[in-house]
């Protein structure tokens, strides 16, 4: 079984030209993975819901993100996206066991679901 790229338009908004890195505002959290993948993890309003064609009746941005993953090339096309509840509202960040949750998903997408994709 192949994975397709989804079909939905959404640049990364971390520019890692920059030092230290430009973030948006409604960023919770981002990394890269080897040079080649970035991730981030967004809190999902209405506007967001609807570019990626997420069904949802109520948003709490506090509580409710997505998570991306994007290739690190210049189009920085997006590769995955998935619905997460992180524990946010934290002043300092978000909480570890969110962050090691979403690393886990990201390296189990690009070790073992990246390599069937279709391009």
């Known amino acids: 079984m192949t994975y397709e790229i989804p079909k939905v338009q959404m640049e990364s908004v971390v520019d890692y030209n920059q030092e230290p890195p430009l ?43 997505v998570l991306c993953i994007f290739e690190q090339t210049d189009d920085k096309q997006l590769l995955y996206f998935e619905k997460v509840i992180p524990a946010y509202g934290a002043p300092f960040g978000p909480d570890v066991d969110d962050v090691t ?9 690009i070790d073992n679901t990246l390599p069937t994709v279709s391009r």
């Open 23 to 65: 973030v948006y505002p409604d960023l919770v959290w981002y990394g890269m993975v080897d040079k080649s993948y970035v991730v981030e993890v967004h809190r999902l309003d209405q506007v967001l819901a609807e570019k990626l064609q997420i069904q949802q009746e109520k948003y709490d941005p506090d509580y409710q993100g």
């Open 101 to 109: 949750a979403w690393q886990e998903k990201v390296l189990d997408f």
